[in-house]
Nanobody, 116 residues
Framework: QVQLVESGGGLVQAGGSLRLSCAASGNIFSINVMGWYRQAPGKQRELVATITSGGSTNYADSVKGRFTISRDNAKNTAYLQMNSLKPEDTAVYYC??????????WGQGTQVTVSS
């Protein structure tokens, strides 16, 4: 059983920063890709950023230059540093991992609210 546990969400004013963490635990052989997605009320879930085991990153255009994804392979943990937050960044943020021999797993989500 593999679990992803997110932490670090909360309420912040526009222009502020938050750091999300996602820790994977359980029977893990190898994690290929880790990523962050978000879903705002009434909208579809969308990709925010992904990072491969080798460190290659991909970002949504809306967060480029403001968000940074990173990971600690030894700890099976991914991070999302979010700077210059905007009210439109308000959403539930979900961690995603593609694991070898296991498949795709999702975290339970963490709420990020940015006030104007």
């Amino acid at each position: 059983q593999v679990q992803l546990v997110e932490s670090g969400g909360g309420l912040v004013q526009a222009g502020g920063s938050l750091r999300l963490s996602c820790a994977a635990s359980g029977n893990i052989f190898s994690i290929n890709v880790m990523g962050w997605y978000r879903q705002a009320p009434g909208k579809q879930r969308e990709l925010v950023a992904t990072i491969t085991s080798g460190g290659s990153t991909n970002y949504a255009d809306s967060v480029k230059g403001r968000f940074t994804i990173s990971r600690d392979n030894a700890k099976n943990t991914a991070y999302l540093q979010m700077n210059s937050l905007k009210p439109e960044d308000t959403a539930v943020y979900y961690c995603n991992a593609v694991l070898l021999q296991v498949g795709t797993r999702w975290g339970q989500g963490t709420q990020v609210t940015v006030s104007s």
